[in-house]
């Protein structure tokens, strides 16, 4: 039974980035507006995540981290309506297994915080006062230190360097679709990324992306019914500097579904045709360019449960969002 949790766990929990992916989506669950993420050694001997949420009650405690505890739906048909980020109660428990985890929380009606220290199975193994305020601070120690392969993997300094671009992407993603939302990521005590609450999308976009990136973006709506499609963000005025593009990776074109980051790969493919830059002339690879696409569609036309950590998504009315893109 140990080995059959650690394998799902190392499905669900992957890397550093699906750690702080979990944590912060549970902070935003929460009603978060306010997520600290704090790495020492890139996330390898600790990945910190502070918010200012609901917090956990002291009755949920014995079972927040026990597999399939959820408290976001409670029957299949909310599956359907979903607005939650998390469904599955699978990250807590599956980081536990895969790490030493202790959990402080402060709930409204707490006098105190309470800190937990969790065990692989994701029990609570012991339980006292603390100082906290309200929220809850999940801190994750020696990640992988049970799977040694996959913590070799994540050793190397380029693996190490690539996770903190990841998680700063990450955090960037959920700062520009959530504008309201202040963000801090720090590695080793060094400010990495700060984002400040930000009243709307394009304020919330010149953190992520820079005031002159920004400056030479337009922005751009179209709303369709049958498929209800709507479609909006901020795009490069055509012929705008090409210098001001990401490399070939997409780590600047921010794609959102129904507010859930994601990488859809027939979606970034179309907007590196049409947005995209070759910068050294026609030959060289063209590259992703830097800019935020959200789109809504109905919650039942997407479905986020093809992989463990949702960051692909099948859409219903692919096509139809395709087009409707193409001619936008
Ligand atoms: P899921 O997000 O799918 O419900 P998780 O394993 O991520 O499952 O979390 C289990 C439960 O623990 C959540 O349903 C929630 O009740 C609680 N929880 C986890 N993190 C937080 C947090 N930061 N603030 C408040 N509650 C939390
Ligand atoms: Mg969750």
Known sequence: ?????????????????????????????????????????????RIEVVDNGCGIKAADAPVMAVKHYTSKISCHSDLERLETYGFRGEALGSICAV????????????????QYTLDHNGNVTSRKPSHLGQGATVSVFKLFKNLPVRRQFYSSSKKCKEELR?????????????PALRVLLTHNK??????????????????????????????????QEQPEIILEGFFPKPGSNPSLMS?????????FINNRPVHHRDILKLLKRQYGAHV???????????????????????????????????LQCKE?????LETM
Do not use: C
């Not at 984002?195 to 820079?210: E, F, I, P, S």
């Not at 139809?320 to 409707?324: Q, S």
């Open 1 to 45: 039974a140990e080995t059959v949790r650690l394998l799902s766990s190392s499905q669900v929990i992957t890397s550093v980035v699906s750690v702080v992916k979990e944590l912060v989506e549970n902070s935003l669950d929460a009603g978060a507006s306010s997520v600290d993420v704090k790495l020492e050694n890139f996330g390898l001997d």
């Open 99 to 114: 790490s030493e985890v202790i959990l402080t929380t402060k709930t409204a009606d707490d006098n105190v915080s309470t």
């Open 166 to 178: 990841k998680v700063q992407e990450l955090l960037m993603a959920y700062g520009i679709i959530r």
């Open 190 to 223: 060094a400010v990495v990324w700060l984002k400040a609450k930000a009243l709307d999308h394009r304020t919330a976009l010149m953190a992520a992306l820079g005031t002159s990136t920004v400056a030479s973006m337009v922005p751009l709506q179209h709303r």
């Open 247 to 255: 490399s070939t990776t997409p780590d600047r074109t921010f794609v």
């Open 280 to 314: 050294g002339g026609e030959g060289a690879p063209s590259r992703y360019p830097a800019l935020m696409l959200s789109v809504t569609v109905t919650a039942s036309a997407v479905d986020v449960n093809l992989t463990p950590d949702k960051t692909q998504v099948m």
């Open 320 to 324: 139809a969002v395709l087009l409707a």
